[in-house]
Structures are given as C-alpha cells and as structure tokens.
T-cell receptor
C-alpha cells in the first residue's frame, strides 16, 4: 500500500555536526520526493525536493540523495546550527500525484 | 491570492457542535489536501482532491468528518458532533499537481 517510513523519530546533534534523516517508500512509481521543515507553531515549508531522474541535489548546507533501486532517500544537513532545530517531514508522490508524508523527525541542535 | 488561506485561524467550540473550516487554495492549483496535526504529532492525511477526479477520502477518521470542494477551488471541511479528540490543527495544502504543495497557516480547533 501507500507507505513512507521515516527514521529516526528524534535526532539530537551538536552544533556544527551533520544530521541525516532517512526515508523509504513503497511505490516504485513514485517520482517526486520533497522535504518539509516545520518550526514550532508554524506551517510546514518546503526546503528541498528531488525528482526521480536525479540522484542527488544540493542547496547550500542541505542535500538530498535518492536511491530508486532501494526505494529510499535521505536528507543531509551539514554544519548544523540552532535554527535548524525543527520537525522535518519527508514525502513521496504516488498515483494521481498524491503526496504521502513520513511521520516526521524532531531535530534538536545543541549549542 | 498569494498563498493558501484558511479560516477561521482559531475556533473554540463546545462538544457536540458542528464546525466548518474553510480553505482557499492558491489560484490555479488543481490539487487540494486536508491534514490534521495534533500537538507534537505528525501530519495525518484526511482527504485529497485532484481536479475533477473523485476525492480520496481514505484518511477521514469517521463519518462525522466530510469535505467538499466547490467549483474546483474553495474547500470546506465539516466536523459534525465534535468530540474533544477532534482538537487539533487542521492544515490545508494545495499544489498544481505533481509539484510542490503549499500549506496554509492552519485552523486551530479546540473542543471544550
């Protein structure tokens, strides 16, 4: 069925270290994989996305990698800063372009 | 409008009353989603509208919940006979189909 699994559920890192969040999806037809960041009390906002014809995409300190064979994709944040602390959601598109979200990862960056 | 607009932003209602939450998507967006988010929890999918296709209602938690989208634009989520467990933020999102989805600010519902 439609399923996106996200790990870990919580992640605590020291400021300056890297953070990696991983997601797996079930539908091999999925072709769009966005990541959203949600700060406390605010709406989720897109931070980066990748489509199935690309294996990796980078935007400053944030990168996303995609392995279609294994059906998993990951978010990498380098040189983490306190303002990176938030909940991060991955998602995958399914039939009729419906987006399904993972359960979220609470990232805490300790200064 | 410039973004997804939701109203009301906050609603306090008595248990057993009906509530209506409104979402005005970004102009031209064919896809519209409703999600529910309880405090500290993830995004619980409720319903998905895509163009003229039949809506995907698979996430609606009970028959007290319903939603419609009139004219392919504005959507209303209705909760009948509200219960305390319905208290949550109800988020609406829209997209042009296959692309980035944009979320509204949410409607914060409290059932007392």
């Amino acid at each position: 069925g439609e399923n996106v699994e996200q790990h870990p559920s919580t992640l605590s890192v020291q400021e300056g270290d890297s953070a990696v969040i991983k997601c797996t999806y079930s539908d091999s037809a999925s072709n769009y994989f966005p990541w959203y960041k949600q700060e406390l009390g605010k709406r989720p906002q897109l931070i980066i996305d990748i489509r199935s014809n690309v294996g990796e995409k980078k935007d400053q300190r944030i990168a996303v990698t995609l392995n279609k064979t294994a059906k998993h994709f990951s978010l990498h944040i380098t040189e983490t800063q306190p303002e990176d602390s938030a909940v991060y959601f991955c998602a995958a598109s399914l039939r009729e372009n419906k987006l399904v979200f993972g359960a979220g990862t609470i990232l805490r960056v300790k200064s | 409008g410039a973004g997804v607009s939701q109203s009301p932003s906050n609603k306090v209602t008595e248990k057993g009353k009906d509530v209506e939450l409104r979402c005005d998507p970004i102009s031209g967006h064919t896809a519209l989603y409703w999600y529910r988010q309880s405090l500290g929890q993830g995004l619980e999918f409720l319903i998905y509208f895509q163009g003229n296709s039949a809506p995907d209602k698979s996430g609606l938690p009970s028959d007290r919940f319903s939603a419609e989208r009139t004219g392919g634009s504005v959507s209303t989520l209705t909760i009948q006979r509200t219960q305390q467990e319905d208290s949550a933020v109800y988020l609406c999102a829209s997209s042009s189909g296959g692309g980035t989805i944009y979320f509204g600010e949410g409607s914060w519902l409290t059932v007392v």
